[in-house]
């Protein structure tokens, strides 16, 4: 059963570049994300996690900068690798490539994410981010809201359904 837009959650989920390029993604289309690993805050995290959330993917030092949005296709499950059982493990598919990434620099010095909990400990793998500090950052990335216009022609669309139109027309 899939997470209706009220239900959804938002994550940033991060990896070292030099392990795995957020571009694997999107070459595979659909992956097992395994970069929990064994560490318990974000094996902890990950157990909230569910089908249908998105995920802002999170590129660590050097980079440090959000890279592109994903979306879970499954919820948590035991990592099969894992023969101890104590890993997790999520499937992701890719969702769109942010039109512009936002830096790790660029997100510290906006007022509206000061309270984001990767800014408090950048070694976070798996952050929750509240729906404003996720279309703060949509914003911050190029993807905005449609002009106010309110009829019943033209309904108003939030950021993730102004992103999700846009990917939708890049299909076509």
């Known amino acids: 059963m899939s997470t209706t837009t009220a239900e959804r959650h938002y994550w940033i989920f991060s990896a070292d570049p030099h392990q795995y390029h957020w571009d694997t993604l999107f070459v595979k289309g659909k992956e097992m994300w395994h970069g929990a690993g ?7 995290a990950l157990k909230q996690v569910r089908k249908g959330d998105r995920v802002l993917c999170y590129h660590s030092a050097p980079e440090r900068s959000l890279y592109s ?12 690798h894992d023969h101890k059982g104590k890993n997790l493990v999520a499937d992701l598919r890719a969702f769109e490539k942010l039109p512009r990434q936002v830096t790790l620099a660029e997100l510290r010095a906006n007022p509206a994410l000061r309270k984001m909990k990767l800014l408090k400990n950048v070694r976070l793998i798996i952050s929750l981010l509240t729906d404003l500090q996720y279309q703060e ?13 309110r009829t019943a022609a033209a309904p108003q669309l939030n950021l993730e359904q102004r992103a999700a139109c846009l990917t939708e027309s890049k299909l076509r």
């Open 38 to 44: 064994a560490k318990p805050d974000a094996i902890r």
């Open 69 to 80: 949005i994903a979306e879970v296709t499954r919820d948590p499950y035991p990592d099969p």
């Open 137 to 149: 950052i949509l914003r911050m990335a190029g993807i905005v809201a449609m002009p106010r216009v």
